[in-house]
């Protein structure tokens, strides 16, 4: 039996492949009688689940030896908190305002830090990324935030900035979330990246972060110690009872990334070349209809999380039932901003957008 073709934004569609092993692996992992939820993260077969899990995320981003890559719970709201409590030294913080998510991070940064919005696309309805020239960047600025995809809005960074070039010394934060391991990252521009793993890396529950050696040291007296970076980092991200379960998912999850091939291309490199093939598909087809529109500049649309809109919203539900009917499921758009929204993560084969893209050509046609 095919299962439908799941396009959530998250919790998403994670690999058959995966879910398989899983299940094969549920009662009794690898002869121990037990199943990784039953087993003390302290003892040796977890260890070397979560050992292993680390080594392929480092290799598969190509993660520098410079970085701790480090396993936490609280997903990316949490992260709008603990980043400025381990790096704002309760000064200035920039955030670059591209969607509904970095919204919610300067707004929640402001509770610890002088948090302040450097340049905003909030007045064209989150469709542009602000040019990097006009940034209000300050030179006191103890990091600088962006998020580098949008999930709601649709809006992904195609290249990450680079601060040096324009006159700043701070480190860039990236939240990663919603595009993690469907690119690669250019870790030269990066001092800490962040993600929640329900969307291309496993279930919820399970927070990546990756850090910049030099930025593990400098927490507020008040930041909560599981969450202090310096304490997870020497405590191999064991400080406190790690999730175990995400964690051993995201690592199935990262066997599977290893081992994707695209012609000549493995891992990382493969996904990238499938997902702009998908997202080309599926954004070709959006503007070459009457009915459907993608209102996201062409040089800054997402290659995960593509909002459409009917442009006769009666529609909508009928749309939903009909692709409901044909097994595609979670299409309806965040409720912030109606329509409809398509992820189409890593785990999303081409064959699912196609079968989509028929479906709203089909549908175009029924008018
Ligand atoms: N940042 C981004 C880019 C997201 O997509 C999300 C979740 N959709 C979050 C942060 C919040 O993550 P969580 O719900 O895991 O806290």
Request: glycine content about 8%; overall charge negative.
């Amino acid at each position: 039996m095919q299962r439908p073709y799941n396009f959530s934004a998250g919790p998403a569609a994670i690999p058959e492949e995966v879910l398989q092993m899983a299940a094969a692996e549920m009662l009794n992992w690898h002869g121990s009688g037990m199943s990784v939820m039953e087993m003390s993260h302290r003892g040796k077969e977890f260890i070397s689940i979560a050992e292993k899990a680390e080594a392929d995320f480092r290799k598969l981003l190509a993660v520098p030896d410079h970085f701790h890559i480090l396993f936490m719970q609280g997903g990316g709201l949490a992260e709008n908190a603990i980043v400025p409590l381990n790096l704002s030294r309760g000064g200035a913080v920039d955030f670059v305002v591209t969607g509904s998510w970095s919204q919610k991070s300067v707004k929640e940064a402001g509770k610890f830090c002088d948090a302040q919005t450097v340049a905003s696309d909030e007045a064209q309805g989150f469709t542009h990324i602000p040019a990097a020239a006009g940034w209000k960047l300050r030179d006191s600025a103890q990091y600088v935030h962006i998020c580098s995809n949008e999930t709601i809005n649709g809006v992904e960074f195609q290249e990450l900035p680079d601060l040096a070039t324009l006159g700043s010394k701070a480190p860039l934060v990236i939240d990663f979330s919603s595009h993690v391991a469907s690119r690669p990252v250019e870790w030269s521009r990066v001092g800490l990246a962040f993600g929640g793993a329900q969307k291309n890396l496993g279930p919820a529950g399970l927070t990546l972060v990756v850090v910049r050696d030099d930025l593990l040291d400098h927490a507020m007296a008040a930041c909560p110690s599981a969450f202090n970076y310096r304490l997870v980092a020497d405590n191999q991200s064991m400080y406190n009872t790690p999730p175990t379960w995400g964690i051993y998912m995201a690592g199935l999850t990262f066997d599977w990334i290893l081992r994707q091939r695209e012609g000549a291309l493995t891992g990382v490199a493969a996904l990238e070349a499938r997902n702009q093939a998908k997202a080309e598909l599926l954004y070709r087809a959006i503007d070459g209809s009457q009915l459907y529109e993608n209102r996201v500049a062409h040089d800054c649309r997402s290659r995960m999380n593509v909002p459409f809109f009917l442009k006769d919203e009666s529609r909508n539900q009928a749309f939903l039932d009909g692709a409901k009917e044909r097994g595609l499921l979670q299409l309806k758009g965040h409720k912030s901003v109606g329509g409809m929204r398509a992820s189409i993560y890593n785990a999303m084969p081409l064959a699912g957008v196609q079968t989509l893209v028929d479906y709203m050509q089909t549908f175009e046609k029924q008018a």
